[in-house]
């Protein structure tokens, strides 16, 4: 995640092992700084006074992640109850999404390189329903930390044989699966040496609009998690524990890829699902 | 009430553009029809800046008022109005949608769009409304009566109704600071929405 603009021209020359790499300034903190904030956050956290909740959401206003200081609304969200299309999500089908776009390794002419691996798992409101025939869109860096996207400065090698974005519907079972290959950490400016942990972005769907989420997968013992101004902004550590996926070597093929399951929970929604919403979705099987 | 917490939100950060946005995505209509209608705006951050790299979902019932449960938007037939749509900002922070007006989605309400919106610093998804003004798809009895609206000042209610722009509807969104929308959250939702 660096900044949108491209790189600023440096008065020191830049090296050649990094050719677009920013040379630090007065302005930017190191990552002593920025781990420091975090620890007083998490401390204040867990001092907290008793029968306090435990937090489940992401924290909106975080100062160590630099990019929200000027986007996070000052004003809390103003309470109201959902009303006509706020209770039904969009409707996605077989004509939205072709199977093959839930394997990012078949998109090129050849294999992309990397560590193959499958990431399945299932998608649940939070009355633990599954969610049916829901879209499920996913993108990521290829193994070498490195994204298509053309404000991706970090000079590491693009992939020709790796978008890194796929997409698929959860089953009946509430169900979805991606083959990809393992993404790698990347450099970011928010603060001098800032590395983000290896992730994948997901986006889903619910029952009801309310429940829209876009959230990051890390992967198990990330030793960056902790550093990380976004990955951190999850306080609790039990909700922090959720956005990361688990290995599990009953997912892992002989001779092809490794496995890893991470199970997604919804908000609440405000509607009991009937069958019948999954007509349009799975066409005659419904 | 909630079993299981939910998984946390993260931003979507910066390098969306090439999974998120496809061919057709902001136009649930096609722009010729003769009952299209543009609403637009630009996303703009603390400082008074544009926003170049936010993305915007509307979602919205039909014209007739009812919810509409017809998949294809990613793949727009050009007759099917499936009521959802996507818009990332351009460089000048502006988004748009063709659409068409919803209709009051029960006796007496006031027809809105709810617009959901997601960038790079934000952690989470913001979610908001864009009700239909006067004499285009609102009534006055209407937008005094809605929940939502009658419960705000002013101010906050001029954030949430759409100005007549030409034939256009346009929407501002103001993630902070001076005329910042109402943003909102609704029941079973965590504290922050």
């Not at chain 1, 956005?243 to 496995?259: F, I, K, N, R, S």
Request: hydrophobic fraction near 35%; proline fraction near 10%; include cysteine.
């Amino acid at each position: 995640m660096t900044a949108t603009t491209p790189a600023e021209p440096t008065q020191a020359q830049p090296t050649q092992a990094q050719p677009t790499q920013a040379q630090p300034t007065q302005a930017q903190p190191t990552q002593a700084q920025i781990s420091a904030e975090i620890e007083a956050e998490e401390q204040a956290y867990a001092a907290r006074p008793a029968g306090t909740p435990a937090e489940t959401a992401t924290r909106r206003g975080w100062g160590a992640y630099r990019s929200s200081v000027l986007r996070v609304p000052r004003n809390d969200p103003h309470h109201v109850d959902p009303e006509g299309a706020e209770l039904w999500a969009p409707c996605f089908g077989q004509r939205d999404v072709d199977p093959l776009e839930a394997d990012l390794t078949i998109q090129g002419r050849g294999e992309p390189l990397g560590e193959r691996i499958v990431v399945t798992g299932r998608v649940l409101d939070g009355d633990g329903r599954p969610v049916r025939g829901q879209l499920v869109e996913v993108w990521q860096a290829n193994a070498s930390g490195r994204y298509v996207h053309q404000r991706d400065q970090h000079p590491a090698p693009l992939d020709p044989h790796f978008t890194g974005t796929g997409r698929c519907l959860t089953d009946q079972d509430g169900t979805y699966r991606f083959t990809t290959v393992k993404p790698g950490p990347y450099p970011w400016r928010n603060h001098r040496n800032a590395w983000r942990p290896a992730h994948v972005h997901f986006s889903f769907f619910g029952t009801d609009f309310t429940q829209r989420l876009v959230t990051q997968m890390y992967f198990p013992g990330d030793p960056l998690m902790g550093l990380d101004p976004i990955a951190t902004a999850v306080v609790d550590p039990a909700a922090r524990a959720r956005m990361v996926a688990t290995y599990d070597h009953d997912l892992t093929q002989p001779e092809w890829a490794t496995g890893y399951r991470w199970d997604v929970v919804l908000t609440g929604a405000h509607r009991t699902p009937r069958e019948d919403d999954l007509a349009a979705a799975f066409g005659e099987e419904a | 009430m909630t079993a299981t917490p939910p998984t946390p939100g993260q931003t979507v950060g910066p390098f969306f553009h090439d999974a998120l946005p496809w061919p057709g995505d902001a136009a649930l209509v096609p722009p010729g029809r003769a009952d299209a209608v543009r609403l637009h705006g630009v996303v703009r951050d603390g400082a008074g800046d544009p926003v170049p790299d936010a993305l915007v979902e509307l979602w919205q019932v039909g014209p007739d008022g009812r919810v509409v449960q017809q998949p294809g938007s990613l793949h727009r037939d050009g007759h099917t109005f499936t009521g959802f749509g996507r818009c990332a900002t351009d460089r000048a922070g502006s988004y748009s949608f063709t659409t068409l007006l919803p209709g009051p989605h029960a006796d007496g309400a006031a027809p809105f769009v709810t617009l959901t919106v997601f960038a790079r610093g934000l952690l989470h998804r913001l979610l908001t409304r864009a009700y239909l003004p006067e004499g285009r798809g609102g009534t006055v009895d209407a937008l005094a009566s809605d929940p939502l609206l009658s419960a705000l000042d002013d101010a906050g209610r001029a954030t949430l109704v759409c100005d007549v722009d030409g034939d256009a509807l346009r929407r501002d969104l103001v993630l902070q600071g001076p005329g910042e929308t109402v943003w909102l959250t609704y029941p079973r939702l965590p504290h922050g929405g």
